[in-house]
């Protein structure tokens, strides 16, 4: 990791810069996939599994007895943890559950807002070398809660032509039953397009690679929802020296870890804390089994160091990071001085891993920076806000005026008589 002390904010827009593929030739690889899809359907999904996942798949859905058999090979341990992930999450996005409320908003005129679901929504879930089932949990809970008729999950399959165990326990656990082998840019294309056998979706959720993220990015183009640009891992570390170097490395490596491209930073309030963290990064991660994956996230990752604790925040800000941990002597204090993160973690007892898993947040988070715009996925990225008003006969003398004066004022006729017929009614009614 490189060490930068106090940098220029000129120097800051270098600093936040993520790892990127080309986007010349991200963007053109994706855009065929896209099309091979639209145009072939499931000849093409098959023929893009052969290619990027090296196994040929006959039935591209998940069948019942798939299901059946990886509920049965997981231990019971193992199951008894999702189920109590699942119920953390449960009761967190239940609590976002919203009453509708009626304004009046002058005597007669009624107006309230009420939220429901989207019909067809589509959940990919990353498989490769690390199956996220825990994604599942995630995306499936808020779909069930907010009444989605229909979810279609996706997610590549193994050398085998099979799913993960966990993924598919944990899909049945959240009700989800249409789930197809099929992963990467060509998923996306899917479940946007719809194929012969995966239907298209309203709106598409889940995290991904470079290539699943601009494959999102690009569907939007033609009318697909998505929850959000959530592209590789990151996570940010704000550290004093009341923080044990032994978390921070533990928490600098659990992100590295998720992929080459992922994204570590730490910021410090003073140097004397660096080398006891650079210690215990090489310890902890002689001993990781994805040690390989590590090292090339941790050579796109940086330490940044400021005097001026303004000057931290300002910078972390800039950064915006997906996932951001403060272990701090007052870290609620200093978490209100934060408007861009996708999820916060406080104290030297808050990993960020039991948010990826089981405290009941969502970890379906805006990465590259997009945390400055996006929220996080919740209930309501589930749902849509339809308005609704109602108008008295009174509320529509008391009103009406004004909406024929305002009406008249932009030249809209149309819109002033639709008004004004039903005022005259009044008037000659009574």
């Not at 991200?26 to 000849?43: F, H, I």
């Not at 193992?78 to 609590?95: P, T």
């Not at 409320?101 to 005597?107: G, S």
């Not at 229909?150 to 085998?160: A, F, G, N, R, Y």
Request: proline letters at 5%.
């Amino acid at each position: 990791m490189k060490i930068f002390n106090n940098p220029p904010t000129t120097d800051w827009t270098e600093l936040t810069t993520r790892p990127q593929i080309a986007l010349e030739f991200l963007e053109g690889a994706v855009r065929n996939v896209l099309n091979r899809v639209k145009k072939s359907g499931d000849e093409a999904l098959r023929e893009l599994t052969l290619q990027f996942d090296k196994v040929s798949i006959g039935d591209l859905r998940v069948s019942a007895q798939e299901i059946e058999d990886a509920t049965m090979s997981l231990s019971p341990t193992l199951k008894n943890a999702i189920e109590v992930a699942a119920g953390n999450i449960q009761k967190f996005h239940a609590a976002q559950q919203r009453d509708v409320l009626k304004v009046e908003t002058m005597p007669g005129v009624t107006c309230w807002r009420k939220g429901v679901p989207i019909d067809k929504v589509g959940i990919y879930i990353p498989g490769g070398s690390a199956p996220l089932f825990s994604t599942v949990l995630m995306l499936g809970v808020p779909a069930n809660l907010a009444g989605c008729k229909e979810v279609v999950l996706c997610t590549p399959p193994d050398k085998s032509g099979k799913i993960n165990a966990a993924i598919l326990f944990a899909a049945q656990l959240v009700g989800v039953k249409k789930i197809y082998k099929v992963g990467g840019a060509q998923a996306i294309a899917a479940m946007a397009y719809g194929t012969e056998t995966i239907p298209n979706v309203y709106k598409i959720f889940g995290p991904g690679n470079q290539y699943v993220t601009k494959a999102k990015q690009l569907v939007t183009e033609e009318g697909v929802a998505i929850d959000m640009p959530a592209g590789p891992s990151e996570v940010l570390v704000w550290a004093d020296k009341s923080a044990n170097p032994a978390f921070i490395a533990a928490d600098l490596l659990s992100q590295a870890e998720h992929g080459e491209d992922s994204q570590v930073i730490l910021v410090l309030n003073d140097t004397s804390l660096v080398d006891s963290v650079k210690v215990e990064v090489e310890k902890q991660l002689s001993t990781l089994p994805r040690k390989a994956i590590a090292e090339k996230a941790l050579a796109n990752s940086r330490v940044v160091t400021f005097d001026d604790i303004n000057q931290a925040t300002a910078f972390i800000n800039a950064y915006a990071p997906e996932h951001l941990i403060i272990s701090t002597e007052n870290p609620i204090a200093l978490a209100d001085t934060i408007t861009n993160a996708g999820s916060v973690f406080l104290g030297n007892y808050s990993p960020e891993s039991i948010g990826d898993y089981a405290s009941g947040t969502n970890h379906t988070l805006p990465t590259n920076g997009f945390a400055k715009s996006f929220a996080g996925v919740s209930l309501e990225s589930f749902m849509k806000y339809i308005t609704y008003q109602e108008l008295s006969k009174e509320g529509l003398q008391s009103l009406g005026p004004v909406v024929e004066q305002m009406a008249e004022a932009e030249q809209l006729v149309g819109h002033r008589r639709a008004v004004t017929v039903r005022l005259d009614n009044i008037r000659n009614s009574q």
